[in-house]
Every structure is written in structure tokens, then in C-alpha cells.
């Protein structure tokens, strides 16, 4: 029998060159994987929040069959497209949120092992990803380290065969990056 990542790997190349009933045998093997993703980052929410995971998924799933100009290759690419619609439409859920409060009752996430710190603390995800513009600036690669391991949940190995470098680099990467972030949002006193 397949691997659950081979099966994926096969109908995104199926889908790719255009067999169209590949996106139908590809989505139920990836939606509980986005909904599990979609879930971890709601599920530290205010209680009061409007976005429910299961319209994350179908925002980002509508976003992706969108995306005719990449041409799919692997489980690992497509989590990582993922993780970019999925802290897109969080950031800008947040913003349309935030001006419609005027500011009060951002969305906010849990700064955790994630970023590597476990104090509990609330994140605007506003603030993490002005934080995460300002990494890009310095180093896009280890922006894009964080946004595949944050947002996407792809694991050190995954990460590196979607940036194209070896699990070493990776490590290295995400831990000066966790460190940048961690410094830029105390000093931001966020």
C-alpha cells in the first residue's frame, strides 16, 4: 500500500497535468491535515472569534485549486502553499477584524514552542507577522523556514525538501529565527 505523502505526491502531479479527477481524490487525503493545522491556530483564540476552522480550510482550499501557475511536486510544496494562504487569511481576517473593533480584540495566537517559548503568552497575529515582514527583510529564506513550520506544521525534513536545503540548515535556520522573532516581539513589548 502507498504512503498517505506518496498517494498526495502522485495526485498533485496528476493534477498538475490536468487530470481534473485527481483534485477530487486529492482533497480528502489533505483536509484533515489542513483542518488539524486550521484548528491548532484557532483553538487559542478569543472566545469570541469569528473565524471557525472549517471556514479557514475552505477559505485557503478555494485559494489553492486557484493556483494554476505552480506546478505541484510533492506533499511537502503543497503544505507549503498552504501555510502561505493560511497566515494570509488570518492576517487579513485579523486586520478586517481589527478595524472594525478599531483596534481592540485582535486574533491572537499562542507564542509557544512554535517560536520557542513556552510562557503562555497571547501573539497578535498582526505583530507576528509584522515581525515576520521584518525577518523577510533581513533573510527571506528563514522568513519562509518559519511561515512552512508555523503556519504549515511541515516538519524540519519536510521543510527542507520544500526550500531545497538540507534538514541541517533547517535547524539551524528555524532556531536564529525563533530567536529574531522572539526578540523583535519582546522589544515590541508584544
Aim: charged share 25%; glycine share 6%; no cysteine.
Amino acid at each position: 500500500m502507498n504512503e498517505p505523502g506518496h498517494d498526495v505526491t502522485q495526485l498533485l502531479i496528476a493534477w498538475r497535468e490536468g487530470k481534473q479527477g485527481a483534485l477530487d481524490d486529492l482533497m480528502p487525503l489533505v483536509y484533515s491535515e489542513l483542518r488539524r493545522l486550521a484548528a491548532y491556530y484557532l483553538r487559542r483564540e478569543r472566545p469570541d472569534h469569528t473565524l471557525a476552522p472549517t471556514a479557514l480550510v475552505h477559505e485557503a482550499y478555494l485559494k489553492l485549486v486557484d493556483q494554476n501557475r505552480i506546478q505541484w511536486q510533492s506533499r511537502a510544496q503543497f503544505f507549503g502553499v498552504a501555510a502561505q494562504m493560511i497566515r494570509r487569511i488570518l492576517v487579513d481576517h485579523a486586520r478586517g477584524h481589527q478595524a472594525q473593533k478599531r483596534g481592540a480584540g485582535a486574533l491572537t495566537v499562542t507564542l509557544d514552542e512554535a517560536l520557542g517559548v513556552n510562557d503562555g503568552k497571547d501573539l497578535d497575529i498582526l505583530s507576528l507577522d509584522d515581525a515576520l515582514q521584518a525577518l523577510a527583510k533581513i533573510d527571506e529564506q528563514q522568513s519562509r523556514i518559519v511561515e512552512l513550520r508555523f503556519f504549515g506544521g511541515l516538519s524540519i525534513e519536510e521543510t527542507a525538501e520544500v526550500v531545497g536545503v538540507s534538514p541541517a540548515t533547517i535547524k539551524r535556520e528555524w532556531t536564529v529565527a525563533r530567536a529574531f522573532l522572539f526578540r523583535e516581539m519582546t522589544r515590541a513589548g508584544r
